[in-house]
């Protein structure tokens, strides 16, 4: 008397090959997920640059979502006392309270604030070309 169903498991087969032959894609599916899987290790990001890094902080930082000291801090560049100088002083945006003890910086006051230092930056840089293209045309008018 036949029966209606292999003797043989597809697990019981001799090679790779056949084993994956005999399988339909149901018996594959429910092979590879009781088959025992090498745990993954996650792969350390590369090392970033400050600049990367900074870079980084800059692109998710354009939101209206509060910021607290340690990320203002990281995109400056300044310790903590010259944060506070800075604010004292009117140079860079005041802090908003977030609660009872707590302050954050609008994260879109800051990143305007690093962009307008960026643009007169490069207005600094284009006058400076110029001033020195212009002086010296006129060392050599007078060599």
């Known amino acids: ?22 399988m339909s894609p149901a018996q594959d599916l429910q092979h590879a997920m009781q088959s025992p899987q090498p745990p993954l290790r996650p792969v350390p990001p590369p090392m970033a640059s400050r600049d990367e890094r900074v870079m980084d902080l800059v692109l998710e930082a354009k939101s209206l979502a509060l910021m607290r000291r340690p ?12 944060l506070a100088n800075r604010v004292d002083a009117g140079d860079f945006p005041a802090p908003v309270p977030s609660g009872p003890r707590t302050v954050g910086w609008v994260e879109a006051e800051v990143i305007a604030w ?25 060392r050599g008018a007078h060599a």
């Open 1 to 22: 008397m036949a029966l209606p169903y292999p003797t043989t498991s597809p697990h019981a087969m001799s090679s790779p090959q056949t084993l994956l032959q005999a």
């Open 71 to 82: 990320k203002v801090l990281a995109l400056t560049g300044w310790s903590k006392s010259t």
């Open 114 to 138: 690093l962009e307008a230092r960026i643009r007169e930056r490069d207005a600094r840089i284009e006058k400076q070309k110029a001033f020195d293209q212009n002086t010296q045309g006129m």
